[in-house]
């Protein structure tokens, strides 16, 4: 058991982490409302019907707002486990849909930085990586999928974006220092 100062129990001492893990469960719900937002907009603005990406984004919603109410006082183990699977699979998956959906001009790269972050943060370093290299697989294998249909874009961007995702957390900070 590691140290406690006198008078604090353990359950007081992990009220902040269980309070940046309730914070990371309401800020995913609050970028599912977002993306269902910006979604509905767009569609009312363009009135050209996505059912495939607000489904996506209506079942993204319905998953969050589950999650958050199920998951409980406790968060997962730091340890990377299945327990994570639930919220990092999640997020992944739906950002990867959103990204092989994309029709407009809306970029989802930087949702991956969600669950990179909750991985890093409330994770250990072995998460925080597996994440990230998730992260960068999935894009990578848009970048190559999309090439390899021909479709009528730019992908060395797309390549660059899986790149710039694949920065595994605190290297910036190791660079700039």
Excluded: H, K
């Excluded at 269980?18 to 269902?36: D, P, Q, S, Y």
Aim: contains cysteine; glycine residues 10%; aromatic residues 8%.
């Amino acid at each position: 058991m590691p140290f406690l100062p006198p008078g604090l129990s353990p359950s007081a001492a992990d009220a902040p982490f269980v309070r940046m893990w309730r914070g990371f469960l309401t800020g995913r719900v609050m970028v599912a409302l977002a993306l269902l937002f910006l979604q509905g907009l767009g569609q009312f603005i363009n009135l050209a019907a996505e059912p495939a990406t607000l489904a996506v984004c209506v079942a993204y919603l319905a998953v969050t707002l589950a999650e958050r109410a199920l998951a409980g006082r406790a968060p997962p183990p730091p340890a990377a486990g299945p327990r994570w699977l639930a919220f990092i699979g999640v997020d992944l998956a739906a950002v990867c849909a959103l990204q092989l959906l994309q029709a407009g001009s809306m970029n989802y790269t930087p949702l991956f930085g969600l669950p990179i972050l909750m991985a890093a943060v409330l994770g250990t370093l072995t998460l925080a990586l597996g994440t990230t290299a998730a992260a960068t697989l999935l894009l990578l294998a848009l970048a190559w999928w999309l090439g390899y249909q021909g479709a009528d874009i730019d992908t060395a961007q797309r390549y660059l974006q899986a790149a710039l995702t694949g920065i595994p957390p605190g290297v910036p900070a190791i660079v700039l220092s």
